[in-house]
Antibody, heavy 121, light 109 residues
Framework: QVQLVESGGGLVKPGGSLRLSCAASGFTFSDYYMSWIRQAPGKGLEWVSYISSSSSYTNYADSVKGRFTISRDNAKNSLYLQMNSLRAEDTAVYYC??????????????WGQGTLVTVSS | QSALTQPASVSGSPGQSITISCTGTSSDVGGYNYVSWYQQHPGKAPKLMIYDVSNRPSGVSNRFSGSKSGNTASLTISGLQAEDEADYYCSSYTSSSRVFGGGTKLTVL
C-alpha cells in the first residue's frame, strides 16, 4: 500500500533553516509528481510546492518563493523541502502528498501524517 | 494565488443533504475541470473525496457528489451521517500553482 512518511520537523528560530524529508513506498515513486502542502495551527490548507517526476519542473507558492527549495531523489524514493529564512508564519504541519494520477492536477489521493514545524524564538 | 472562497460553516441534520460551495475565478475553478474536495477530521490528514470536479475515488461513499458551474464548484453530501462532521476543503489546479479554499466546517446537528 502507498505510504508517505515525513520527518525533519521541529522547533527553529526565526531566520533559521530546516530540511524536511518524505519517504515514499508502495508505488513507483519516479513516475509521480510530488507536492508539499502545509496547515498552520487552526487554519486551512495551503499548497507550498510541487516537483515533477524527473525534477524538470518545480513551482512554489508566492509566500515561500526564494526561501524554500523542493527536491527529490528517485533512487532513494524520497522527497525533500529545504526551508531557509524561516518566519513565524511558516509555523505549520507540513504534509507531503501524491497526486491521483501521475501529475497532481486532479487532486491529492495520498498524504503523509505530517510533520510539525514551529518557528519561534 | 488567492484562496478559493468557501462558507466558513454549514450544518444539517442526519439524513438531510447539504451543499458546500467553492468560488474561484476563470484562472482556476472556471478554467479547468480539475477541482478536488477533501475531508479532514481533527488531527488527521486530509482525505480525497472528489477529483476532477465530480469523480469519486474508490471507497468513497456515493453520498458524496461534486459539480461545477462557471467559477463555482460544489460538494453535495446526501443522507448526512454523524461521521460526516469534519472540515471540507476544495482545491483547484491553475497553470502555475495549486490553490485551496479556506475550508468549511460541517456540523451534523
Amino acid at each position: 500500500q502507498v505510504q508517505l512518511v515525513e520527518s525533519g520537523g521541529g522547533l527553529v528560530k526565526p531566520g533559521g533553516s530546516l530540511r524536511l524529508s518524505c519517504a515514499a513506498s508502495g508505488f513507483t515513486f519516479s513516475d509521480y509528481y510530488m507536492s508539499w502542502i502545509r496547515q498552520a495551527p487552526g487554519k486551512g490548507l495551503e499548497w507550498v510546492s510541487y516537483i515533477s517526476s524527473s525534477s524538470s519542473y518545480t513551482n512554489y507558492a508566492d509566500s515561500v518563493k526564494g526561501r524554500f527549495t523542493i527536491s527529490r531523489d528517485n533512487a532513494k524514493n524520497s522527497l525533500y523541502l529545504q526551508m531557509n529564512s524561516l518566519r513565524a508564519e511558516d509555523t505549520a504541519v507540513y504534509y507531503c502528498a501524491r497526486g491521483f494520477f501521475f501529475d497532481d492536477s486532479s487532486g491529492y489521493q495520498y498524504w503523509g501524517q505530517g510533520t510539525l514545524v514551529t518557528v519561534s524564538s | 494565488q488567492s484562496a478559493l472562497t468557501q462558507p466558513a460553516s454549514v450544518s444539517g441534520s442526519p439524513g438531510q443533504s447539504i451543499t458546500i460551495s467553492c468560488t474561484g475565478t476563470s484562472s482556476d475553478v472556471g478554467g479547468y475541470n480539475y477541482v478536488s474536495w477533501y475531508q479532514q477530521h481533527p488531527g488527521k490528514a486530509p482525505k480525497l473525496m472528489i477529483y476532477d470536479v465530480s469523480n469519486r475515488p474508490s471507497g468513497v461513499s456515493n453520498r458524496f457528489s461534486g459539480s461545477k458551474s462557471g467559477n463555482t464548484a460544489s460538494l453535495t453530501i446526501s443522507g448526512l451521517q454523524a461521521e460526516d462532521e469534519a472540515d471540507y476543503y476544495c482545491s483547484s489546479y491553475t497553470s502555475s500553482s495549486r490553490v485551496f479554499g479556506g475550508g468549511t466546517k460541517l456540523t451534523v446537528l
